[in-house]
Structures are given as structure tokens and as C-alpha cells.
């Protein structure tokens, strides 16, 4: 028994929860998972998991064995990382999540660059704005934007969207040119939704102006949980937009949309990568890390950064 392999085997299971996720996310065979915790039990002499057809649930034991482990196996992989070699050159296989409006226009006609600095690391990045189990599909970071609820997660801000309220020239010619936020309520006016992963609904938007403030919800008969086919819809005229400045930037500067609504100020929307505390930042998982914030300090700067 390789006791590397079974101790990281033990410890996926613990995380997803089934031998099939465990054996899937680390490239093994269903089988060759289940040996290798059935040996290191018989090597301990403890049963790790109460197993039953449908579920496997961790014991006792299992559960402190697994924080031992957790930490064994990230203090092998610091062994392995601060070695100067591996410091001055990540490599292996990084899987990540990013919304796809972010990936489309800021991080993909990056990654050249990026390829060229980390020519070892092998990049699977799924672009989405789901709500990722992190976890059960082995990813190791993600991006998202808005308020982060999962307090399980560790998260590093590493940029601030700035908003705005557009509407295509097409829509303002049939609904016309709305003079404040309040007549989004009004039943000639709609908005495109958008349907944030965390609840599945739209949200309203903080709006303020001196000492006015106001949150609208509007009406809409599309709504998205994908922010490109969110903008699409803004751009085919089907409602009003709230969109971050680099998304809305090209469309603006070529009369594709329009902004409304000066003088109004909405909070910005903080972007976050996060990852699950269990789960050693490697070397790898640090400069990706690390490449964001390069980027969103040139498209999305924290404020503090801008003041600075």
C-alpha cells in the first residue's frame, strides 16, 4: 500500500462525501479508492467511514484521522513547493471557476501572458456564474462577484466593480428615456433579471443621489444566470442593465447602449476569489492568485488602490 496515495484517497472521500466523487476528481478507479481506505483501516485498525448503500458517513475516528491528514498532506506539499525549483516554477494541473463575462474579456486574452510567466501549470478553468461545490468537482479557487454567504470558504478580495444602469437604443425608442430609477417600477418600463446563483432570483439595486436613495427592482420578462447572455439581452433590447464598467465600456463607446441615470451612485461590487479551508493554497493556486489582482488593478481597482 502506497500510504501517500491511501491517506489522500481517505481524505477526498471525507471531502466529497462518496467513493465515485473521490475516485472521479483524483483520477482513479471507484475500486482502487475503496482498496486503498480498506488497507489503510486494516493498518490503523479502525473503521474510517459507516458505509451504507447510498451514503458514507465519516466516524469518530475517521474524523480526527482526517485532520491529521489534512495537515500531513499539506505540509508534504509545502516540503515539495519550497523547494527553489518548484518556488520559481509552479506547475501541475490548476482547476478553476470564473464568471464568464470576466473570463471572456479580461482573463482569456490574458492568459498568453500568463502561459508565458508559468509555462508548467495546466490551466482547466470552467466559466460560469453557477454556484460551484468545490469540494465534490476537486476545483481549487474561484471567482465570483457580490457578497460572498458560504462561510466556509476563505476568500481574498481582489477587485471592485464599478456599476451602471444602461438600456440599448432600441429599447428607449419603444419605452422611452427613463429621467429617474423609480420609473423602472413603472409597467412600461422592464429590466433584464439577472439570477444570482446564491438565491436564483434577481436582486434589487441601491441606487442614491444627494440624500435621495432608492432600491429598484423592476419588472422583466427575461432573465439570466449567465452574465454574457445577460448583456445579449440588454444589447437585443429586451430591458434596462446594471453592468460593470469593462463589460459595458466597448458597447457604450459605440452607441450599442446607453448610459442612464447621472448623477445616481450604486456601491461597486466587490470580486472575490475564494477557495475551501481545507484545501492547501499551493504554489500554483498563489500566482493565479496573484495574476488576478495584476489584472482587476488595471480593469476593477479596490478603492483603496485608487486612492492610493
Known amino acids: 500500500m502506497d500510504r501517500f496515495d491511501a491517506m489522500q484517497a481517505f481524505a477526498r472521500v471525507v471531502e466529497t462525501g462518496s467513493f465515485t466523487k473521490a475516485a472521479a476528481t483524483l483520477h482513479m478507479s471507484k475500486t482502487t479508492v475503496t482498496q486503498l481506505v480498506q488497507q489503510l483501516e486494516a493498518r490503523l485498525r479502525v473503521r474510517l467511514f459507516n458505509r451504507t448503500t447510498r451514503k458514507v458517513h465519516v466516524t469518530a475516528d475517521g474524523a480526527a484521522y482526517y485532520e491529521r491528514v489534512v495537515r500531513l498532506l499539506a505540509d508534504l506539499d509545502d516540503a515539495e513547493t519550497s523547494l527553489s525549483t518548484a518556488a520559481a516554477a509552479p506547475r501541475g494541473r490548476l482547476r478553476v471557476d470564473v464568471p464568464s463575462p470576466l473570463a471572456r474579456l479580461v482573463l482569456v486574452p490574458a492568459l498568453p501572458a500568463f502561459h508565458a510567466r508559468y509555462p508548467d501549470i495546466q490551466l482547466d478553468m470552467g466559466v460560469s456564474d453557477r454556484r460551484v461545490d468545490m469540494l465534490g468537482e476537486n476545483v481549487d479557487c474561484v471567482v465570483r462577484g457580490g457578497t460572498l454567504t458560504d462561510q466556509s470558504l476563505i476568500a481574498r478580495q481582489v477587485g471592485e466593480l464599478a456599476l451602471r444602469v444602461f438600456a440599448a437604443p432600441s429599447y428607449l425608442r419603444h419605452a422611452g428615456v427613463p429621467a429617474h430609477p423609480g420609473e423602472l417600477e413603472d ?71 446607453v448610459p442612464l441615470f447621472e448623477g445616481w451612485t450604486m456601491d461597486p461590487m466587490p470580486l472575490y476569489v475564494a477557495y475551501p479551508p481545507n484545501r492547501h493554497v499551493s504554489a500554483k493556486v498563489r500566482v493565479f492568485i496573484d495574476w488576478v489582482v495584476e489584472l482587476m488593478a488595471l480593469h476593477a481597482p479596490l478603492r483603496a488602490a485608487r486612492q492610493g
Open 187 to 257: 409597467s412600461h418600463h422592464r429590466i433584464v433579471g439577472f439570477l444570482w446563483a446564491r438565491t436564483g432570483k434577481p436582486v434589487p439595486y441601491a441606487m442614491r443621489r444627494g440624500g435621495e436613495s432608492i432600491h429598484v427592482q423592476g419588472r422583466y420578462v427575461c432573465a439570466m444566470d449567465d452574465g454574457n447572455a445577460y448583456l445579449a439581452a440588454g444589447l437585443a433590447g429586451m430591458g434596462v442593465l446594471w453592468l460593470p464598467s469593462y463589460m459595458a465600456r466597448p458597447h457604450a463607446a459605440s452607441g450599442e447602449l
